[in-house]
């Protein structure tokens, strides 16, 4: 597609679920970037991907975060036994190879009850 | 990254230009000045980046002074469909090594068009 894309656009789930949340990027961006926004505050950086390899995981805030990347294009992030402290919007990026410019998707809408 | 210091809240009037500043007093030599706006609910959008010349796009012009330490984000003719928030980000080349690939947003500025 034109530009990166992401599902679901909402997701509602209940304490303890997991999730999936997919991110579709720029056709031959091999940068791929996950990003969590709360209310009111900035989008903070979670991981990076260059290819298929996670470059830096160091945003993940516990192990029960997880992301991949298998074919280097599509990204799916992974939250185990969620909580209520999950509940926020995700947001995924790419970029070319050595880009300098980051595009971002539409975000995921995540509530957890 | 250098830290960078924006108003949190500004309005401007439909039609005119709307200028958003940013400080950024610790910017080094190689790091670029990003700017992407967030409207509600939406993901961030790209607007513009520069390191020392002044830029112009379809969507705004960046001034950077000259000592680089502050720059403004023009938007000549503000709609209301600008209304959003602003976030400026000073950010190395991404070959530069280190962790220069992570954006680092602050709060922003709101901005609100009004009609």
């Known amino acids: 597609g034109a530009g990166v894309s992401q599902t679901p656009s909402n997701k509602v789930t209940e304490k303890g679920k997991y999730v999936e949340l997919r991110c579709d990027p720029i056709?031959?961006?091999?940068?791929l970037y996950w990003y969590r926004q709360s209310l009111g505050q900035g989008p903070e950086f979670l991981i990076y991907?260059?290819?298929?390899?996670?470059?830096?995981d160091s945003g993940l805030p516990n192990d029960r975060f997880f992301a991949v990347r298998p074919e280097g294009s599509v990204s799916t992030l992974k939250i185990q036994r969620t909580e209520r402290g999950d509940s926020a919007m995700y947001l995924c990026?790419?970029?070319?190879?050595?880009?300098?410019?980051?595009?971002f998707g539409p975000g995921t809408r995540l509530t957890v009850l | 990254d250098a830290k960078t210091t924006q108003p949190p809240s500004m309005d401007c009037a439909e039609g005119r230009a709307a200028n958003l500043p940013c400080n950024h007093s610790?910017?080094?030599?190689?790091?670029?000045v990003y700017w992407y706006r967030q409207i509600h609910s939406q993901g961030p959008q790209y607007i513009i980046h520069?390191?020392?010349n002044n830029e112009t796009n379809e969507m705004a012009s960046l001034i950077i002074t000259e000592d680089r330490k502050s720059s403004t984000l023009i938007l000549p003719h503000a709609t209301l469909r600008d209304t959003a928030v602003y976030y400026c980000?000073?950010?190395?080349?991404?070959?530069?090594?280190?962790?220069?690939?992570?954006?680092?947003f602050g709060k922003g500025t709101l901005l609100t068009v009004n009609p």
């Open positions: 990026a790419s970029s070319s190879l050595f880009g300098n410019t980051q595009y």
């Open positions: 056709s031959g961006h091999t940068a």
């Open positions: 991907f260059q290819g298929t390899g996670a470059a830096d």
């Open positions: 610790t910017i080094s030599g190689n790091e670029y």
């Open positions: 520069g390191l020392k």
């Open positions: 980000i000073v950010r190395a080349p991404f070959t530069s090594g280190g962790s220069n690939y992570k954006l680092t």
